[in-house]
């Protein structure tokens, strides 16, 4: 212990995403450090690099889909739309890059193989694909909550003779234009997907295997009195978002559902399905539709109610129509159930019309039934919050492996740090809150710079959480997750779109405000939870 430690840089960032890009502007630009930014893509942007499939965008509403540290970069940075299509989040996070001068210590098309820890230096080795290898002393993972992609395991998939992609890693030379085109998941990326690829397929098989609540968006052009109009008000927006529940620019409901008349219920349903949004409608429309079976029960029929009205044929109607719980992340798309009444569109029910295999030609079901196609687009989701962590060859103390740790499911120290990975951080790691991300990113970049900061200022060597803290907080999201429905519904939330993944609660459930509130606590109680060793103590070990 004690050992004289020379690093190649101060910290090194995996990942140039919403969370990287901000953590490499804090850290360099506002702390001073040294910093390297690895990137395994060619660009910066992360899962808005890599998800470039038609119809991808934020659900997010776009004045809050945007970092709002910089008062200079909210005002000078217009929008055209309510919501951002994939290339207009890119656009924005590389005008943030070079606005910052970020580009020259982010070194892109170079993946991040593994991390360990030496306990002799307290530096950490970061291997690269390219057989490099580099000392830091801080590591912060940007790794991505939604990047890690899930391929399933479906017989015959090698032997498509058409073009088989995932969305997660769509090739810019893909049109779909008059193709007979496959989809298989109607998740978030399924239904954006659908809706766009209906419009230009010649035809499109959408493989379904469980129903949607989906609810509209309300996209529109937003014009240029209104972009300014939003801008005047941003101090009182992001006041208003940095103490909100879901982060998502608009005020949660205080009213109970069952509290009402069922005609006022409708009333606001309606209302909140004619203003857009999906958590608009979760938490905008009654305070208790994530936590009270009655009032997830009002909401549920409403939107069967519209999937009903909407889509034309019956059976169609059936098979699109949800029996379980509205518990999973809620969903809003432009016409999503109307895209079902076009000729060109069929829906297959894989729980009733299972697949068998991928053939050369197409996609053969149980049924006997071969589905020709020219492209099967898998928009089967992510190996969400965890997958990246574990694909890595990522060792803290004694050389054991991430995995090690997380046998029953992954845990950490308030979604930001892991017992046994000194000076390791995370952004959006596992129970990190259930929001609007980018502000979520922020609260955790500007928590962990302020720790590094501490710890440069004081001369701290090493930072860990303690095995009390960790399994606290672990303790703490669990309660908070079985205080809702969502542990109910077979969901990405909890690593159910995994086979064989062990479910398991990965989020912070309590909300933004919360979750701020308790990071200024453990801040402001002398970092609480973490073991602090500094260069004196460790020299007398």
């Known amino acids: 212990m004690g050992t004289t430690r020379t690093a190649d840089v101060d910290a090194i960032v995996v990942g140039a995403g919403f969370g990287g890009i901000y953590m490499l502007h ?65 656009a924005y996070l590389e005008h943030v890059v070079e606005r910052f001068d970020l580009a020259r210590d982010i070194r892109l098309n170079t993946e991040v193989t593994g991390a360990a820890f030496d306990e002799d230096t307290d ?35 090698d032997s498509f003779a058409g073009r088989a992609v995932h969305t997660n890693a769509w090739p810019d030379d893909l049109d779909i234009t008059g193709k007979r085109v496959g989809v298989i998941g109607t ?47 941003f101090p009182a927006i992001w006041d208003q978002v940095r103490g909100s529940v879901v982060a998502f620019g608009f005020e949660e409901s205080g009213v109970e559902a069952m509290s009402v008349s069922e005609d006022e219920r409708r009333r606001v349903f309606q209302e909140n399905w004619d203003k857009g949004n999906g958590f608009r409608f979760m938490f905008g429309t009654f305070n208790d539709i994530a936590t009270n079976p009655e009032a997830n029960a009002a909401a549920a029929a409403f939107i069967r109610s519209k999937i009903a009205e909407i889509v034309e044929d019956p059976e169609t109607a059936r098979k699109l129509t949800p029996t379980d719980l509205y518990a999973k992340r ?38 006997g039934v071969e589905h020709e196609l020219d492209v099967l687009v898998l928009a089967t989701g992510f190996d969400a919050v965890d997958g990246n962590y574990r694909s890595m060859d990522l060792r803290g103390r004694g050389g054991r492996h991430i995995d090690e740790h997380w046998t029953d499911g992954p845990t950490s120290y308030l979604g930001v740090s892991k017992v046994g990975f000194p000076n390791m951080f995370m952004i959006l790691g596992p129970n990190g809150p259930f929001t609007n991300l980018p502000p979520s990113i922020e609260a955790q970049v500007d928590w962990i710079g302020g720790l590094i900061a501490e710890a440069e200022r004081t001369g701290v060597r090493t930072i860990e959480p303690t095995s009390e803290a960790e399994a606290g ?30 479910n398991a609660v990965m989020f912070y459930m309590a909300g933004h405000g919360a979750y701020r509130t308790k990071l200024g606590e453990v801040a402001d109680a002398g970092y609480q939870g973490f073991e602090l060793t500094r260069d004196s103590e460790a020299a007398a070990v």
């Open 26 to 90: 804090k850290l360099r630009n506002e702390l001073g450090l040294t910093v390297t930014a690895f990137e395994k893509g060619g660009g910066v942007g992360g899962t808005w690099y890599f998800n470039k499939y038609p119809g991808a965008k934020s659900d997010t509403e776009g004045f809050v889909y945007r970092y709002s540290f910089d008062e200079g970069l909210l005002q000078d940075y217009d929008w055209s739309t309510r919501y951002l299509d994939q290339p207009d989040v890119l």
């Open 330 to 367: 809620p969903l809003c798309n432009e016409g999503y159930y109307e895209t079902y009444n076009r000729d060109n569109v069929e829906l297959v029910s894989i729980k009733e019309n299972p697949i068998e295999a991928v053939t050369p030609a197409g996609v053969r079901t149980a049924d």
């Open 123 to 157: 530096l950490w080795r970061v291997t690269l694909a390219t057989g490099e290898a580099l000392t830091c002393r801080y590591l912060v993972n940007a790794l991505g909550l939604l990047a890690k992609t899930n391929i399933p395991d479906i017989p015959g998939l």
């Open 473 to 502: 907080w672990t303790a703490t999201c669990e309660e908070i997750a079985n205080a809702t429905l969502f542990p109910q519904a077979d969901s990405w939330i909890f690593g159910a779109n995994i086979p064989g993944k062990r």
């Open 187 to 233: 998740g978030s990326t399924g239904c954006q997907f659908i809706v766009a690829a209906a419009k230009t397929a010649g035809h499109l098989t959408v493989f379904q295997r469980s129903p949607q609540y989906s609810v509209p968006s309300g996209n529109r052009p937003v014009d240029k009195a209104e972009v300014e109009r939003t801008k005047a008000e």
